[in-house]
């Protein structure tokens, strides 16, 4: 099992930034991935980045807006999100692949979740 610990959400104004950052620790990674969650909605895929190869991932709701990045040696994934907008707003998840699976913009790809971090953008 990989223990996910998130951090950054707060609260922004529209075109506001937030960076996230989720640390990981426990087993190998293959893949980590942002998913979000708003009220009364179902959890939908974010971003994700492949741990061999760096090959990333993004809903078109984020495109270019939001960017990966990762700190190998902290082994800590970070989503940077620019340009806010209040239909970002909602509870991120960090999610970790700990076998390699070709699935990756899907809940069932992900075996470990992180506890979520609040991001409120108002208008």
């Known amino acids: 099992q990989v223990q996910l610990v998130e951090s950054g959400g707060g609260a922004v104004q529209t075109g506001g930034s937030l960076r996230l950052s989720c640390a990981a620790s426990?087993?190998?990674?293959?893949?980590m991935g942002w998913f979000r969650q708003a009220p009364g909605k179902e959890r939908e895929f974010v971003a994700a980045?492949?741990?061999?190869?760096?090959?990333?991932y993004y809903a078109d709701s984020v495109k270019p807006r939001f960017t990966l990045s990762r700190d190998n040696a902290k082994n800590t994934l970070y989503l940077q999100m620019n340009s806010l907008k209040p239909e970002d707003t909602a509870v991120y998840y960090c999610?970790?692949?700990?076998?390699?699976?070709?699935?990756?913009?899907?809940?069932?790809?992900?075996?470990?979740w992180g506890q979520g971090t609040q991001v409120t953008v108002s208008s």
């Open positions: 426990g087993r190998t990674i293959f893949a």
């Open positions: 980045i492949r741990w061999s190869g760096d090959s990333t």
């Open positions: 999610a970790s692949q700990n076998y390699y699976r070709e699935c990756i913009s899907l809940r069932y790809c992900y075996n470990d």
